[in-house]
């Protein structure tokens, strides 16, 4: 069974940061590539970046030279830095391993003064 727990989310102030984390069950972790994604409130679930399983790197642009994507596939596990946050950064956070169906539970970012 697959499982993907999020963590690492919470409330920070403009310019803050933060790093989540994804920890990946029940699949060959180190064969998929990996993604997050985001979904603001009363939007629909967005892309922001995702690694390959060579390490290659891939962003949105309003995050580019803010957020960091890595992957530690000893552990299972995705992460996202996130650096200078801003209001627009809000969001719940997913991962995804890329181009399958399955998601987690998401954690929230607010990002708030």
């Known amino acids: 069974q697959v499982q993907l727990v999020e963590s690492g989310g919470g409330l920070v102030q403009p310019g803050g940061s933060l790093r989540l984390s994804c920890a990946a069950s029940g699949i060959r972790f180190s064969t998929w590539p990996m993604g997050w994604y985001r979904q603001a409130p009363g939007r629909q679930r967005d892309y922001v970046a995702t690694i390959t399983t060579t390490g290659t790197t891939n962003y949105i642009d309003s995050v580019k030279g803010r957020f960091t994507i890595s992957r530690d596939n000893a552990k299972s596990t995705v992460y996202l830095q996130m650096n200078r946050l801003s209001p627009d950064d809000t969001a719940v956070y997913y991962c995804?391993?890329?181009?399958?169906?399955?998601w987690g539970q998401g954690t929230q970012v607010t990002v708030s003064s």
């Open positions: 995804n391993p890329t181009g399958s169906g399955y």
